[in-house]
C-alpha cells in the first residue's frame, strides 16, 4: 500500500489508492514540482503529488552551514512565491539579495567586463541567492494544511493516456485516475520517456563542483562570474555575511581532481587563476561545506504537452528543460512553467476541464519563447567562451566591453534574468 502524507499529517495511512480518481496529478518531489501541486491545490483543484521521497522530513537550515543547492532566485519566482503565500514565510535572514552582477573576459584586461546593477535597472534587487531547503521546507508546510492536496510515496510504473484521462499504476499497488497529469520528474524524466515524448540532448563535455566559502571582504551584494581560458566558468555568488557559494564549470576529469584538494590546495588554486581576481575581490576563502560535483548538459523536450495524439500530460522544469547554470536561471525557468501553467488553470472557462485541449496548447505555446531564448543565450554563450582561437577571444572579450557601453542592451539583459509572470 502507498504511504500517504495528507493533510496537516505529517505521515498517516490511507486507503488504496486502486480506482481513485483526481483532477490533476503532479509526478515529481522538487522544488517545481512541489510549488505546482500546491499551486493546482490552492486553484481548488483535487491534486495528488506522487514521489519517491515524500515522506522524507526537508529540515529548516539554520545555523552557519548553508546548503550545497544554492540557487539564484529570480523577481519573478519571488512573485510566483508570493502568489502562492509562501515568500513572507520564508526566513529572509538566509536569503541574500544581489544588488550588483559583474561577468569577467579571459583575457584579465580591466574593459573586459560587464556590470549590471540594480540601481541603473531601477530595480530593488536583480536575484536573491538562498538555499533549495529552505524553499522546500516552506512549501512542505503549507502542503500539510492544504486539503485539496495529498501527497504519496510511490513511484509511477505505468501511465496509460486516453481521450477522457490518464490512469497512473504505481508500484506499491493500485492506481490513479486523473483528467490531467504534470511530469515534474526530473531530466531523466520516466513519464516523459514512458510517452514516447523526443528530446533534444547534448552533453557539455562539463561537470560543475559546487562548494561554500567564507571570504575575509565583503563581496558587496555582487554575483561574480569569471571566463577562463579553456572554456571553464568560475562563479561566486553571495550568502549572507562574508560567504560566497561557488559553481566551478570544469571537464570532468578536473572536476574529479577538485574535489580533492584541501584548504591549502584550493587557495593555491585561486591564486593561479583569473590572474589571482578571485582572492583580490574576495580576500582568503576557507572551506565550509563538503565540494559536490554534477554533470552537465543541455536538454530540450520537442513538445510540452503530450502523448501527440490526445495530450492529458503536461511537462514542466527539468522534464521539458535543462540548460548550463552559467546563467543561474535552471530553476528560474521551471518556476515561470509553473507560474504560467497555474495562470493559465485559474483563467479557464468554466466549461474546459483543466486538459482541455485548448488551455494545454495555450501553456505549451507561452513557454516555447521563454525556454527557447533563455536556451540559445546560454548555450551560445558557454560555445563562444570555450573557442580556443585568438580571434574569438578577442572578439568575445570585446563584445563584453561593448555591451557594458550600451545602457540598452544592458537593461534588455536585465529584463530577460528578472523574467515576467503574471497573476491579473
Not at 12 to 32: F, L, Y
Not at 146 to 164: F, G, S
Not at 220 to 240: C, H, K, S
Not at 370 to 389: E, Q, R
Request: net charge neutral; hydrophobic share 40%.
Amino acid at each position: 500500500m502507498s504511504e500517504v502524507l495528507q493533510n496537516h499529517l505529517s505521515k498517516s495511512s490511507a486507503p488504496n489508492s486502486q480506482n481513485r480518481s483526481v483532477d490533476v496529478v503532479v509526478v515529481g518531489g522538487g522544488i517545481v514540482g512541489k510549488a505546482c501541486a500546491l499551486g493546482l491545490a490552492q486553484l481548488g483543484l483535487q491534486t495528488i503529488e506522487i514521489a519517491p521521497d515524500l515522506g522524507q522530513n526537508v529540515p529548516n537550515p539554520q545555523g552557519t552551514q548553508w546548503g550545497q543547492r544554492i540557487y539564484a532566485f529570480s523577481p519573478s519566482t519571488q512573485k510566483l512565491l508570493a502568489h502562492l503565500h509562501l515568500w513572507d514565510a520564508i526566513d529572509h535572514g538566509r536569503l541574500q539579495p544581489v544588488r550588483d552582477m559583474r561577468i569577467y573576459g579571459d583575457r584579465g584586461e580591466k574593459n573586459d567586463q560587464l556590470h549590471l546593477s540594480a540601481f541603473e535597472a531601477g530595480t530593488p534587487q536583480l536575484a536573491w541567492i538562498g538555499e533549495a531547503n529552505l524553499i522546500e521546507h516552506t512549501i512542505d508546510q503549507a502542503s500539510r494544511f492544504q486539503n485539496k492536496l495529498e501527497r504519496i510515496n510511490d513511484v509511477v510504473e505505468k501511465i496509460y493516456v486516453d481521450a477522457d484521462g490518464s490512469t497512473l499504476h504505481l508500484k506499491n499497488g493500485g492506481s490513479i485516475r486523473a483528467q490531467l497529469v504534470i511530469a515534474a520528474d526530473g531530466a531523466n524524466s520516466p513519464i516523459r520517456n514512458e510517452l514516447g515524448m523526443s528530446v533534444s540532448e547534448e552533453s557539455y563535455s562539463q561537470s560543475a563542483v559546487v562548494i561554500n566559502w567564507l571570504c575575509t571582504y565583503p563581496h558587496l551584494e555582487t554575483a561574480f562570474q569569471w571566463f577562463l581560458p579553456g572554456g571553464d566558468i568560475v562563479a561566486m555568488l553571495p550568502l549572507p555575511g562574508k560567504q560566497v557559494s561557488m559553481v566551478w564549470s570544469t571537464s570532468p576529469e578536473n572536476a574529479n581532481d577538485l574535489l580533492k584538494l584541501d584548504q591549502a590546495q584550493w587557495l593555491d588554486q585561486f591564486a593561479s587563476i583569473a590572474h589571482g581576481a578571485i582572492i583580490k575581490q574576495l580576500g582568503e576563502l576557507t572551506l565550509n561545506s563538503t565540494p559536490a560535483a554534477y554533470p552537465l548538459r543541455k536538454i530540450r523536450a520537442k513538445r510540452f504537452i503530450g502523448p501527440e495524439a490526445s495530450p492529458k500530460v503536461v511537462l514542466i522544469g527539468d522534464a521539458a528543460h535543462v540548460m548550463h547554470p552559467l546563467a543561474g536561471q535552471g530553476l528560474n525557468l521551471g518556476l515561470r512553467d509553473v507560474a504560467v501553467l497555474l495562470n493559465i488553470l485559474g483563467k479557464r472557462e468554466s466549461f474546459r476541464s483543466p486538459s482541455d485541449i485548448v488551455l494545454l496548447r495555450r501553456y505549451e505555446r507561452q513557454r516555447q519563447g521563454d525556454t527557447s531564448a533563455l536556451l540559445w543565450v546560454t548555450d551560445k554563450l558557454k560555445k563562444l567562451f570555450s573557442a580556443s582561437s585568438n580571434t574569438e577571444r578577442q572578439l568575445r572579450n570585446w563584445g563584453l566591453g561593448l555591451v557594458n557601453k550600451s545602457h540598452f542592451i544592458k537593461q534588455r539583459l536585465i529584463e530577460r534574468a528578472l523574467g515576467e509572470i503574471d497573476f491579473e
